[in-house]
C-alpha cells in the first residue's frame, strides 16, 4: 500500500478524535482548564542581585553627578603640562592594585615592582561647556592616550564621565565615574574625589581616587603644581562595591610644570 495513503488516513483519525474530545467539553470545563494551566504554569525565573556587602555602592546605578558634572581648575592651568608621578606608598593586595592601577592609565616602562612605578606624560586643561566658565576641566581623553600610548581612545568633555580605550585591537577598558565630590580652586588648594566603575572584559572592578593639588613655584620661580594622590580598591560583587574594607592603597606624588617654561605659560599674574 502507498505510504501516503496509510499517512494521510492516520492524520484524519487523529483529527477526528481530537475533535470529538473537545466537543465533549463543556464551556465551563474548558474555561475552568484554561484558567488551571495559567495558575499553575511555572513563573518565568528572575535573576536576583546580591546586595549584602556592607556599606557597599552600586556600580550598576544610575550616577548621580549633576551636583558636579566634572572636576573644575584654575582657568590658569588652560594648555599643556608635563606631569610627573611617582609611586610613594603601596599596601595591600599587589594584583589588585597592579590591575587596577594600569586600566586608570598607569604605565611602568623601567620597573616590575609597583613600588617603583615613575611615570611622565602630557596633561592638558581646555573649557568646557558644563562647569561655570572661570574654571578649566581635564582633557581626559587626551592624558589617558599620552599615560597608556593608546591610539584609540574614546572620550567627549560635553561626556565626561565614561571613557574607553583599546590596549590592543580588540580588548577594552571603560572607566565610568560613579560618584563624585569636588573641591574648588581656592588659594588652599583644590581637589577632587572619585568611585569609578571599571570594566575589563568579563571583569568589573572598583576604585575611589582622591586627588589634591596646591599651586607653587620652585627654585627658578617658574610655576608648577603640587599634588597627592591616593587610590583604593575594592572588592566587587555582583556589581557591589564593598567599600567598607580596600583590597589595596597606593599613594602617589604629582608635579606638573610647565612644558616649555615662561615663553608657553600663562602671565603669573593669572596663577
Same mark, same amino acid.
Given at each position: ?14 483529527? =477526528? ?6 466537543? &465533549? ?8 482548564? $484554561?484558567?488551571? $494551566? ?27 553627578? !549633576? ?7 584654575? &582657568? ?34 623601567? =620597573?616590575? !615592582? @609597583? ?12 573649557? &568646557?561647556?558644563?562647569?561655570?566658565? $572661570? ?39 571603560? *572607566? ?16 577632587? !574625589? ?33 599634588? @597627592?594622590? *591616593? ?23 604629582? @608635579? ?16
Amino acid at each position: 500500500m502507498d505510504l501516503r495513503i496509510i499517512r494521510f488516513a492516520f492524520l484524519v483519525v487523529t483529527e =477526528s478524535m481530537v475533535l470529538n474530545a473537545v466537543d &465533549s467539553w463543556t464551556r465551563q470545563e474548558f474555561l475552568a482548564s $484554561s484558567v488551571s $494551566s495559567l495558575l499553575f504554569s511555572a513563573p518565568p525565573v528572575e535573576r536576583v542581585r546580591s546586595v549584602d556587602v556592607g556599606d557597599g555602592v552600586d556600580l550598576m546605578a544610575e550616577p548621580k553627578l !549633576q551636583k558636579n558634572p566634572d572636576v573644575v581648575f584654575p &582657568s590658569s592651568m588652560e594648555g599643556l603640562w608635563t606631569c610627573k608621578r611617582a609611586v610613594t606608598t603601596f599596601d595591600g593586595d599587589a594584583f589588585m592594585g597592579t590591575t587596577v592601577w594600569k586600566a586608570l592609565g598607569g604605565t611602568n616602562k623601567k =620597573s616590575s !615592582q @609597583l613600588e617603583t612605578f615613575n611615570e611622565e606624560y602630557e596633561s592638558r586643561f581646555i573649557p &568646557s561647556n558644563l562647569v561655570d566658565p $572661570s574654571y578649566k576641566v581635564l582633557d581626559r581623553g587626551f592624558e589617558m592616550a599620552s599615560r597608556t600610548g593608546s591610539k584609540n581612545v574614546v572620550w567627549d568633555v560635553r561626556e565626561p564621565n565614561r571613557l574607553k580605550y583599546y590596549y590592543n585591537e580588540n580588548d577594552k577598558i571603560q *572607566i565610568d565615574v560613579v560618584q563624585r565630590a569636588v573641591e574648588v580652586p581656592s588659594d588652599a588648594g583644590f581637589g577632587f !574625589q572619585e568611585l569609578y566603575r571599571i570594566t575589563d572584559g568579563p571583569f568589573v572592578r572598583a576604585a575611589l581616587v582622591k586627588r589634591r593639588y596646591r599651586r607653587a613655584f620652585d627654585e627658578q620661580n617658574q610655576r608648577q603644581v603640587q599634588g @597627592l594622590e *591616593i587610590m583604593k580598591t575594592f572588592r566587587v560583587l555582583d556589581g557591589m562595591a564593598g567599600t567598607e574594607f580596600p583590597t589595596a592603597t597606593i599613594k602617589t606624588s604629582i @608635579l606638573m610644570t610647565r612644558p616649555r617654561g615662561d615663553d608657553y605659560d600663562i602671565p603669573s599674574a593669572a596663577f
